[in-house]
């Protein structure tokens, strides 16, 4: 048995919370808007992010980062990427000298151009670090659906730690070792979503969105190669596993996203109707500017990247693809 803490009690630490906690681990959950965990202790439920999924008797909501923290061998990190930083910075006085870490969030740090990991390394030792990706709606997951995910860790033991410690005959774990390759996938992947979604939503057919998709896991791994990650790891649960999932289904907040920018709302008045954080929005912007520094050709990213800037609609977006030069597939 380990005690966790948690912190982020949005959809996704919500539902995770509810994975040990089933297996008898003592879970407490901390997050920054308190009125948020005051209706969840009120209501044993998460009403605002994950309605319908009880919170079992195993769940504590912590009335601080520090009681959520105190004595956790594992501290488990929700929150949303752009807020990753301040989030660990917040919680370190707190976790204990052994106890692992995982983060869950899926996004490049805006200005820095870092991953999750890169600002995990400035003050943590990484063999205690761990990250947990895959296709995994938080939805499916609360109501105990069958969902396979990976954990990845320079130090694998690490992450077959967590392996065991999320392993249920609902919630199937496999670890890697390939870091940059599972927090990449991860991360891109909501930019070709965003894309997915405006196609949908300008009314384009499976035609549209099977290329919009193979194309966009070409080049997701043309970045993800020139920054040291895998070839196989895109292949797997947390590249091509975590796209399909995120361009196909309604749960997928980009893809939401998307189809109104695609009816024709503006990016600011879709990502307030989504109504939570839209990773996508803040990763593509980071993602341009990272493969203009690594000079890495992505074109799915800067038509994107430019229509939520403003600087074309939609429709040319899809003009800027679908003329480009000819060549051969793999180039």
């Not at 605002?48 to 601080?64: C, K, M, Q, R, W």
């Not at 009816?263 to 879709?270: K, T």
């Not at 993602?287 to 000079?295: S, V």
Request: with cysteine; proline share 3%.
């Amino acid at each position: 048995m380990k005690k966790i803490g948690i912190i982020g009690a949005g959809s996704w630490g919500t539902a995770l919370a509810t994975v040990v906690a089933d297996k008898g681990n003592p879970v407490r959950i901390w997050d920054i808007d308190a009125g948020h965990l005051q209706r969840m202790e009120e209501n044993r439920e998460n009403v605002d992010y994950l309605p319908g999924v009880p919170l079992g008797e195993n769940i504590a909501i912590a009335t601080s980062q520090e009681d959520a923290l105190k004595d956790a061998d594992v501290v488990l990190f929700s929150a949303p990427a752009q807020h990753f930083r301040s989030a660990l910075e917040g919680a370190l006085p707190y976790i204990k000298d052994d106890a692992l870490i995982i983060n869950v969030a899926k996004g490049i740090e805006q200005k820095s151009l870092r991953r999750m990991s890169e600002i995990a390394a400035d003050v943590l030792d990484m063999d205690r670090y761990v990250v947990l990706s895959g296709p995994s709606h938080a939805e499916e997951v609360g109501r105990k659906l069958p969902t396979t995910v990976a954990t990845a860790s320079r130090n694998i033991e690490a992450a077959e730690a967590i392996q065991d410690l999320f392993m249920t005959d609902r919630f199937r774990v496999y670890t890697t070792d390939d870091v940059v390759g599972v927090e990449l996938g991860g991360a891109l992947k909501n930019i070709i979503a965003l894309g997915a979604g405006v196609s949908d939503g300008m009314g384009f057919g499976d035609n549209a969105k099977a290329a919009l998709m193979t194309r966009g896991l070409a080049e997701i791994t043309r970045l993800g190669l020139k920054l040291g990650a895998r070839a196989e790891t895109f292949a797997g649960l947390t590249g091509t596993g975590d796209l399909i999932v995120t361009c196909t289904s309604m749960h997928s907040r980009n893809r939401r996203c998307g189809i109104m920018i695609g009816e024709g709302m503006s990016p600011q008045e879709a990502t307030e109707k989504v109504g939570m954080v839209v990773e996508g929005m803040f990763t593509t912007e980071a993602a341009y500017e990272l493969a203009q520094r690594e000079g890495v050709e992505m074109p799915i990213t800067e038509a994107i990247y430019r229509a939520i800037k403003g600087e074309i609609k939609a429709s040319d977006a899809v003009g800027m693809l679908m003329t480009r030069d000819k060549r051969r597939e793999q180039d």
